[in-house]
């Protein structure tokens, strides 16, 4: 099954750390099937009816698999590690120095549905216009955007799959979570964690604007009636 196309800048990371998995997986299979039939050709009691500790090349054959093996996983886990550090480690001021300017959001999620709080046009949280869409989060395009995800009963998962995002979201706990989308248009966001009976209706929108019509929307957004 093909993924989903990927929109975000930092997608790639684990689109090939999965790629790279893939290959290496079905090479080693490979190797390792064509290893063990050829031992049963070669070791078949008909061909060999009294027991023999003479291996003749096998223990070459079977150290050079091995060796091969562990050169592949080196470089799963160098490319792997980058890839998280780049994902995963950098700081908040970081990602700005690399990015730009951030858009922040707060997302609080809640049986069955997520709460998006955003500081409305002065960028900063706690002030008369800040505000909160349910089940609806809107950024713009080719603009890093940073999510504090918190829960506020039981664990959830935020997983955007177009953003090749997936993280859990646990009550007491701030998760921080970054992005760039470099594509406009509509792509979902579910709960991934089982989470209660409405745990498949926990789905919600994101809509990447342009970063014009991004400002034109935070200047004439409206508020969401009934999210906290």
């Given at each position: 099954?093909?993924?989903?196309?990927?929109?975000?800048?930092?997608?790639?990371?684990?689109?090939?750390?999965?790629?790279?998995?893939?290959?290496?997986?079905?090479?080693v299979a490979i190797l390792s099937f064509a290893l063990i039939a050829m031992?049963?050709?070669?070791?078949?009691?008909?061909?060999?009816?009294?027991?023999?500790?003479?291996?003749?090349?096998?223990?070459?054959?079977?150290?050079?698999?091995?060796?091969?093996?562990i050169i592949f996983d080196i470089v799963i886990s160098v490319y792997s590690?980058?890839?998280?550090?780049?994902?995963?480690?950098?700081?908040?001021?970081?990602?700005?120095?690399?990015?730009?300017?951030?858009?922040?959001?707060?997302?609080?999620?809640?049986?069955?549905?997520?709460?998006?709080?955003?500081?409305?046009?002065?960028?900063?949280?706690?002030?008369?216009?800040?505000?909160?869409?349910?089940?609806?989060?809107?950024?713009?395009?080719?603009?890093?955007?940073?999510?504090?995800?918190?829960?506020?009963?039981?664990?959830?998962?935020?997983?955007?799959?177009?953003?090749?995002?997936?993280?859990?979201?646990?009550?007491?706990?701030?998760?921080?979570?970054?992005?760039?989308?470099?594509?406009?248009?509509?792509?979902?966001?579910?709960?991934?964690?089982?989470?209660?009976?409405?745990?498949?209706?926990?789905?919600?929108?994101?809509?990447?604007?342009?970063?014009?019509?991004?400002?034109?929307?935070?200047?004439?957004?409206?508020?969401?009636?009934?999210?906290?």
């Amino acid at each position: 099954m093909p993924l989903m196309p990927d929109i975000s800048t930092h997608g790639f990371w684990i689109d090939w750390s999965l790629g790279i998995i893939t290959v290496v997986t079905v090479l080693v299979a490979i190797l390792s099937f064509a290893l063990i039939a050829m031992a049963m050709v070669n070791f078949r009691q008909r061909k060999n009816p009294t027991a023999t500790r003479h291996m003749s090349g096998w223990i070459t054959r079977f150290i050079i698999l091995d060796i091969i093996m562990i050169i592949f996983d080196i470089v799963i886990s160098v490319y792997s590690t980058i890839g998280w550090t780049e994902i995963m480690v950098l700081g908040d001021e970081t990602l700005i120095r690399k990015h730009g300017e951030a858009v922040h959001v707060n997302v609080v999620a809640r049986q069955f549905f997520w709460a998006f709080n955003y500081p409305g046009a002065d960028a900063t949280f706690g002030t008369a216009d800040d505000f909160t869409l349910a089940n609806q989060l809107v950024v713009p395009e080719n603009k890093l955007v940073l999510l504090a995800l918190t829960a506020g009963d039981t664990i959830h998962s935020f997983a955007a799959p177009h953003l090749r995002i997936k993280y859990d979201v646990i009550p007491g706990r701030e998760t921080r979570v970054w992005f760039k989308a470099t594509q406009t248009g509509e792509y979902p966001a579910m709960c991934t964690e089982l989470c209660g009976l409405g745990h498949f209706q926990m789905i919600a929108n994101i809509n990447v604007l342009s970063q014009p019509d991004y400002a034109r929307w935070l200047e004439t957004r409206t508020l969401t009636v009934g999210a906290p």
